[in-house]
C-alpha cells in the first residue's frame, strides 16, 4: 500500500510525504522546523517517523528547512551531487547526506525511489517516482520542459503529482519583468497548464487513480484553470483532480 499527501506547494515552499506502511519519506522541505512539525500533525504523523528526506534540487523552496528538520530528527538526506554543491552551506559535514546517482534507484525501508533527470535551472535536479513494488506514484514539478525520458518514466503510474506552475496568459499580462517571465515560461523553468495535460495525453493514463496539480502560482494560475486543462484531457468532473495549495497541500490519498 502507498498513500501520500501534499504538505504545501508553491513558491513559498514545498514538501511531500509519501507512506508505504513501515516506511515514510518526504520529498523535499521548503518550510521552517515549526512548520513541518504542524504540518504533518495535520496527517498524524510525528516527525521521528520520517524515514529519509529526497531531494529534488537546491532552489529554496525545496531545502529551506532540510538542513534543520535532519539535523534535528536525525534523518538521513538523499540528493544528487550537483545538489549537494549547490546548497553547501545548507549541508554541514554533520548532517547525514547520502549522494545519489540520478539515474540508478535506491530504496529506503519498504520505498524504492527512482529519480529522473528533468531540465530545470539548477545544478543536478531530478523528480522521482516511487513504489512499493506493485503500485507507482510519479512526482513531476520544477521542469521546463516535457522530454521523452519524462513520458517514458511516468507511463502507466497509478498516481501522479504534476506541476501546473501557470496559465500562460495570465504570465504574460502579469507585473513580471520580462526576463522573469522568460525563465519561468522557458524550456528550464516551469510547466504550465496547457504543458502538464499535453503530458497527460502522451502518456499510458489507463492506470491512474489519483491526479494531483502542484506547484500552483499564487500570481499567475487558478487552481480551478489547472483542474479544467487537465480533466479536459482525463475526461473526469473538475472535483476528481487535486490541487495542492500553499497552505493546506492536500491530505492523504490512497493507491489501490
Known amino acids: 500500500m502507498i498513500r501520500f499527501a501534499s504538505l504545501g506547494s508553491g513558491s513559498r515552499g514545498n514538501a511531500l510525504i509519501v507512506d508505504a506502511g513501515d516506511t515514510k519519506v518526504l520529498l523535499d522541505c521548503g518550510f521552517s522546523v515549526r512548520a513541518t512539525v504542524d504540518r504533518l500533525a495535520r496527517l498524524a504523523v510525528s516527525p521521528e517517523e520520517i524515514d529519509g528526506i529526497v531531494v529534488s534540487h537546491e532552489h529554496s523552496d525545496h531545502i529551506a528547512g532540510v538542513r534543520r528538520f535532519a539535523g534535528r530528527f536525525g534523518i538521513p538526506v538523499y540528493l544528487t551531487h550537483g545538489t549537494r554543491q549547490g546548497l553547501?552551506?545548507?549541508?554541514?559535514s554533520s548532517m547525514d547526506c547520502r549522494l545519489i546517482n540520478g539515474a540508478d534507484a535506491f530504496c529506503v525501508g519498504g520505498l524504492e525511489m527512482i529519480p529522473f533527470t528533468v531540465p530545470h535551472d539548477a545544478r543536478e535536479p531530478v523528480q522521482y517516482l516511487f513504489s512499493?513494488?506493485?503500485?507507482?506514484?510519479?512526482?513531476?514539478?520544477?521542469?521546463?520542459a516535457i522530454t521523452p525520458h519524462v513520458i517514458d518514466v511516468l507511463t502507466r503510474c497509478n498516481a501522479l503529482v504534476l506541476e501546473c506552475n501557470h496559465d500562460p496568459e495570465m504570465l504574460a499580462a502579469s507585473t513580471y519583468p520580462a526576463s522573469l517571465k522568460r525563465r519561468i515560461s522557458g524550456a528550464y523553468g516551469h510547466l504550465d497548464n496547457l504543458q502538464a495535460a499535453d503530458l497527460l495525453r502522451k502518456i499510458d493514463s489507463s492506470r491512474l487513480q489519483h491526479v494531483m496539480a502542484a506547484h500552483l502560482s499564487e500570481q499567475n494560475n487558478r487552481p480551478e484553470l489547472a483542474a479544467r486543462a487537465l480533466c479536459e484531457v482525463l475526461g473526469c468532473d473538475e472535483g476528481e483532480v487535486d490541487v495542492a495549495s500553499q497552505n493546506e497541500g492536500v491530505g492523504w490519498r490512497e493507491i489501490l
Open 88 to 92: 553547501e552551506q545548507e549541508c554541514p
Open 132 to 144: 512499493d513494488g506493485s503500485r507507482r506514484l510519479g512526482v513531476l514539478t520544477d521542469c521546463g
